[in-house]
Nanobody, 123 residues
């Protein structure tokens, strides 16, 4: 499984960005695809996830209502639309994948990781 994240960059508070995660090497129908983030000096934390089979979505409380995760089956790509960005959203964002039946939130439950993409939100 290979994951390629892109779409980060600098943005002002209140702005929007869309992250993309191109996935390859597997059929992902049995997978959960997640986005995590890690700010300097902090642990990696869950942001959002989507169950590839039916599109069910899961969000951290801190981003609920502002971020939207989605997938494009034809492109094998997962997106994270981030609106209403805040300086506290500044972090390196990673996409990740795990094969399984149940939704899990801990980073160590995800087997595959893409490289990170930096998101910097200025006030």
């Amino acid at each position: 499984v290979q994951l390629q994240a892109s779409g980060g960059g600098p943005v002002q508070a209140g702005g929007s960005l869309r992250l993309s995660c191109a996935a390859s090497g597997q059929t992902f129908s049995s997978y959960y695809m997640g986005w995590f983030r890690q700010a300097p000096g902090k642990e990696r934390e869950f942001v959002a996830a989507i169950r590839w089979s039916d599109g069910s979505t899961f969000y951290a409380d801190s981003v609920k209502g502002r971020f939207t995760i989605s997938r494009d089956n034809a492109k094998n790509t997962v997106y994270l639309q981030m609106n209403g960005l805040k300086p506290g959203d500044t972090a390196v964002y990673y996409c990740a994948a795990r094969r399984g039946v149940f939704m899990l939130w801990a980073p160590n439950q995800y087997s595959y990781w893409g490289q990170g993409t930096q998101v910097t939100v200025s006030s």
